[in-house]
């Protein structure tokens, strides 16, 4: 069994993963599953008001969670996938509990490993696999030895790229934090950059 085939199991188990993604490496759980949530944010000691980003593996996959505008389905087609997370209103009621200003951050990230673990498995929690603080992790052994102690798989990518997603409210028009593609992102949506999230 490869290492994608046992995270899977992993999930589905309500246990946690670790992944890479095109930006530094993911700490992954079930985000329809309330107690595997809450073990997540156990593990990186992170304040529970603190929304997570959620990964599917395409934009379809997405919208059977979360609701897309015309105007975020266009924007999605340029930038997605990448470095970018998307706010969304969720669908889900279990997602509807994990939003922020009732949306939540959406990624579909450009890496082969994430992506095909997520034509298995999704949604997954993409949260960076850090304690909540700290840098992000570029390698498996950049990765806090507790945290890591409380994951059932790693996915081993190598080093990943570093950097993190530009999160934008498409529909808002407003940049909540600068990273991957930034430029480029403000100019498609106009510049009403705030970065309350930094």
Known sequence: MNPIQNAAIS???????????????????????????????NAKKRDP???????????IAASHHVTLSTKTKLFA?????????????????????????????????DHPLAFNLLTQINPLTATS??????????TI????????????TTIDGGKTSGGKSTVVDVD??????????YEEI??????NSSFPLE
Not at 78 to 88: D, E, N, R, S
């Open 11 to 41: 999930i589905n188990s309500g246990e946690l993963i670790v992944y890479p993604t095109e930006t530094t490496y993911a700490l992954g759980a079930n985000p329809l599953d309330a107690q595997a949530v809450q073990k997540l944010f």
């Open 49 to 59: 008001k603190n929304p997570l980003s959620i990964a599917f593996p395409t934009l």
């Open 77 to 109: 087609d340029h930038f997605l996938p990448g470095a970018v997370t998307i706010l969304c209103e969720p669908t889900n009621s279990q997602l509807k509990t994990m939003a922020k200003n009732g949306k939540i951050g959406i990624r579909i990230p």
């Open 129 to 138: 696999a850090n304690i909540s603080g700290t840098p992000g992790a570029r």
């Open 141 to 152: 052994s950049d990765i806090d030895s507790e945290l890591l102690s409380s994951v059932s």
């Open 172 to 181: 808002e028009s407003t940049i909540f934090r600068k990273g991957s593609h």
């Open 186 to 191: 403000k100019t498609w949506i106009g510049d």
